[in-house]
């Protein structure tokens, strides 16, 4: 069974800066072949997709934070990342790290979010 912890949530200030770690247990090398993403809930909304990271390093955003949120990915620690600038209110929510296995030996693991709040 694989755990998602993430981190690095917190208040900032609109225009501000946060980085969300996601620290995944397990096998390094079932890590690098899974797709790696972050997705976000706002109360009252459903669970959206806040950007992707495939086992090839190639990424995937929605235009609501695509040139403001950067996904990344550290194989060799069982780490991915979300950088996000310019952030804004409408960027509240509790985030939420997901772990994809391959097809070959597929899964779908979640971490329990963290709170990310954009207000003055």
């Known amino acids: 069974q694989v755990q998602l912890v993430e981190s690095g949530g917190g208040l900032v200030q609109p225009g501000g800066s946060l980085r969300l770690s996601c620290a995944a247990s397990?096998?390094?090398?079932?890590?690098?072949?899974?797709?790696m993403g972050w997705y976000r809930q706002a109360p009252g909304k459903e669970r959206e997709l806040v950007a992707t990271?495939?086992?090839?390093?190639?990424?995937n955003y929605p235009d609501s934070v695509k040139g403001r949120f950067t996904i990344s990915r550290d194989n060799a620690k069982n780490l991915v990342y979300l950088q996000m600038n310019s952030l804004k209110p409408e960027d509240t929510a509790v985030y939420y790290c997901?772990?994809?296995?391959?097809?070959?030996?597929?899964?779908?693991?979640w971490g329990q979010g963290t709170q990310v709040t954009v207000s003055s």
């Open positions: 997901n772990m994809k296995g391959p097809n070959w030996r597929p899964s779908d693991y």
């Open positions: 990271i495939m086992p090839d390093a190639s990424t």
């Open positions: 397990g096998s390094a090398f079932m890590f690098s072949m899974s797709t």
